[in-house]
């Protein structure tokens, strides 16, 4: 093992002085592979977060989401009415709890510096429980402390550093939310977002027992639900099925016709991601390709370049397994200064991915992590073996005495060439008052040009 480790940082020394003695050639290999491997780590950071990585709530497995649908169309979708969130509550023994959440809201807000439209969001004060999110100061908010003008809201940490300098006594403090009084009492943790992409500075309270919900006509709220352990999504669907056409029989003018679907949350947030997400991944690996593509080619027309150096390996007895391994680890050093430069272009990546899409659900937790790292390691070994694999295989197959016949073809044409300047100049300087000085010239010509081939 130890005289591997001293071959291999052999070769790594060898090429890295072979790489420096061509800075422009390192440059343009470097920065085609590092544009390469940087888009794919964008893109693979973006199916990391929304598709890879678990939710940042606690068991998410057991999250789903409940949507009403149209039994003639099986792949509608719409929120139910908010009143039936106590009936599904009351009737079903497959959920824990069930909440219910609004999408990114606005409202504008006054009575804390300038009037202006914040970011609202419209939640059961059960929600927060279902998804194991705790306020760092103060209580979430009541059912019943959601009135015609009066309601009590949870605000944000970024909110409340912004708007209140963190002070540990803004619980109580009220402002407007469109004329409608509010008064803190509590502060979520940074990080806590809603499903629909963005960030929210206020929460306010839905109450579904309250009678402007009983015509059963609102349909804007989503319905999130925590299995119990132990039941499998199957076993909800039929369970809500069953109250679907208990609510049907009972509530016949609004619920005729309409069923229930239960889905994974993650499926429901990131139904969207695999259909646009894996197509484009293989858009960028194709660019990659591409580079790789030119990349060998650089590698081959360097090889070309340097066949006088492969044959004088092999004449001292390098085998071909050797002159291979030493032309990856070469491929290998580009590869990795492209990856690492992909890595740092991958930060640019992300914000500029960010700005073109806008905002999507878990999008602040697109990051660089473990796990792009190691997929950018991956790639970037990846593309070593591709842009150096063939130009090794075709520079181990030289053939040595070719390449020397060539060298000395090349050297005696070079005499030869030195051998006619030299008459031309003997003749020209002597006149024919100087056959001493031609026939001294002649005398060194003659045995030149009689081993140049062809004369």
Same mark, same amino acid.
């Given at each position: 093992?130890?005289?591997?480790?001293?071959?291999?940082?052999?070769?790594?020394?060898?090429?890295?002085? =072979?790489?420096?003695?061509s800075?422009?050639?390192?440059?343009?290999?470097?920065?085609?592979?590092?544009?390469?491997?940087?888009?794919?780590?964008?893109?693979?950071?973006?199916?990391?977060?929304?598709?890879?990585?678990?939710?940042?709530?606690?068991?998410p497995?057991? #999250?789903?989401?409940?949507?009403?649908?149209?039994?003639?169309?099986?792949?509608?979708? *719409? +929120?139910?009415a908010?009143?039936?969130?106590?009936?599904?509550?009351?009737?079903?023994?497959?959920?824990?709890?069930?909440?219910?959440?609004?999408?990114?809201?606005?409202?504008?807000?006054?009575?804390?510096?300038?009037?202006?439209?914040?970011?609202?969001?419209?939640?059961?004060?059960?929600?927060?429980?279902?998804?194991?999110?705790?306020?760092?100061?103060?209580?979430?908010?009541?059912?019943?402390?959601?009135?015609?003008?009066?309601?009590?809201?949870?605000?944000? !940490?970024?909110?409340?550093?912004?708007?209140?300098?963190?002070?540990?006594?803004?619980?109580?403090?009220?402002?407007?939310?469109?004329?409608?009084?509010?008064?803190?009492?509590?502060?979520?943790?940074a990080?806590?977002?809603?499903?629909?992409? +963005?960030?929210?500075?206020?929460?306010?309270?839905?109450?579904?027992?309250?009678?402007?919900?009983?015509?059963?006509?609102?349909?804007?709220?989503?319905?999130?639900?925590?299995?119990?352990?132990?039941?499998?999504?199957?076993?909800? *669907?039929?369970?809500?099925?069953?109250?679907?056409?208990?609510?049907? !029989?009972? /509530?016949?003018?609004?619920?005729?016709?309409?069923?229930?679907?239960? &889905?994974?949350?993650?499926?429901?947030?990131?139904?969207?991601? @695999?259909?646009?997400? /894996?197509?484009?991944? +293989?858009?960028?690996?194709?660019?990659?390709?591409?580079?790789?593509?030119?990349?060998a080619?650089?590698?081959?027309?360097?090889?070309?370049?340097?066949?006088?150096?492969?044959?004088?390996?092999?004449?001292?007895g390098?085998?071909?397994?050797?002159?291979?391994? *030493?032309?990856?680890?070469?491929?290998?050093?580009?590869? #990795?200064?492209?990856?690492?430069?992909?890595?740092?272009?991958?930060?640019?990546?992300?914000?500029? &991915?960010?700005?073109?899409?806008?905002?999507?659900?878990?999008?602040?937790?697109?990051?660089?992590? $473990?796990?792009?790292?190691? &997929?950018t390691? @991956?790639?970037?070994?990846?593309?070593?073996?591709?842009? +150096?694999?063939?130009?090794?295989?075709?520079?181990?197959?030289?053939?040595?005495?070719?390449?020397l016949?060539?060298g000395?073809?090349?050297?005696?044409?070079?005499?030869?060439?030195?051998?006619?300047?030299?008459?031309?100049? =003997?003749?020209? =300087?002597? =006149?024919?008052?100087?056959? $001493?000085?031609?026939?001294?010239?002649?005398?060194?010509? @003659?045995?030149?040009?009689?081993?140049?081939?062809?004369?």
């Open positions: 093992m130890k005289r591997l480790l001293e071959t291999i940082w052999g070769d790594v020394r060898v090429a890295w002085r =072979g790489l420096m003695k800075p422009g050639f390192v440059a343009v290999v470097v920065i085609s592979l590092a544009l390469g491997i940087a888009a794919n780590s964008t893109i693979y950071s973006v199916l990391n977060a929304v598709l890879y990585r678990p939710l940042p709530y606690p068991e497995e057991r #999250l789903t989401v409940i949507w009403q649908s149209e039994r003639a169309h099986p792949e509608s979708r *719409q +929120g139910p908010i009143a039936e969130n106590l009936d599904w509550k009351k009737q079903n023994r497959a959920f824990e709890d069930i909440a219910l959440t609004s999408g990114r809201d606005a409202a504008a807000v006054s009575g804390i510096g300038e009037p202006r439209t914040l970011r609202t969001q419209y939640v059961t004060p059960n929600f927060f429980g279902l998804l194991g999110a705790k306020p760092i100061l103060g209580r979430v908010f009541e059912g019943q402390e959601a009135q015609d003008w009066t309601q009590t809201v949870v605000i944000s !940490e970024e909110f409340w550093k912004r708007e209140f300098n963190s002070d540990p006594g803004v619980l109580g403090e009220s402002f407007d939310i469109e004329a409608i009084s509010s008064t803190v009492v509590g502060v979520m943790p990080g806590f977002a809603p499903f629909y992409g +963005g960030r929210i500075d206020i929460w306010q309270p839905i109450n579904p027992a309250n009678t402007r919900y009983s015509t059963r006509i609102d349909h804007w709220l989503m319905p999130v639900g925590r299995l119990k352990k132990g039941v499998t999504i199957e076993q909800a *669907q039929v369970e809500m099925e069953v109250i679907a056409k208990r609510m049907e !029989e009972e /509530y016949p003018q609004t619920n005729k016709g309409l069923g229930l679907k239960v &889905f994974p949350l993650r499926q429901d947030l990131y139904r969207w991601a @695999g259909p646009a997400l /894996y197509p484009l991944l +293989g858009a960028v690996a194709f660019v990659l390709l591409i580079g790789c593509v030119n990349v080619n650089l590698m081959q027309f360097r090889t070309e370049t340097r066949r006088k150096e492969y044959a004088l390996r092999v004449s001292l390098a085998g071909r397994g050797r002159l291979i391994q *030493q032309l990856l680890t070469e491929s290998g050093l580009l590869a #990795l200064a492209g990856g690492l430069a992909g890595v740092a272009l991958t930060f640019v990546g992300i914000k500029l &991915f960010l700005v073109l899409v806008g905002d999507f659900p878990n999008a602040a937790s697109i990051r660089v992590d $473990g796990s792009v790292l190691l &997929f390691l @991956g790639i970037s070994l990846a593309t070593a073996v591709l842009v +150096g694999l063939l130009p090794s295989i075709q520079a181990s197959r030289m053939d040595l005495n070719a390449v016949r060539e000395e073809r090349k050297t005696t044409s070079g005499a030869s060439l030195l051998a006619r300047h030299t008459l031309v100049v =003997g003749g020209d =300087g002597a =006149g024919d008052g100087a056959a $001493g000085r031609s026939r001294v010239v002649d005398q060194y010509a @003659g045995p030149i040009a009689a081993s140049e081939p062809g004369i």
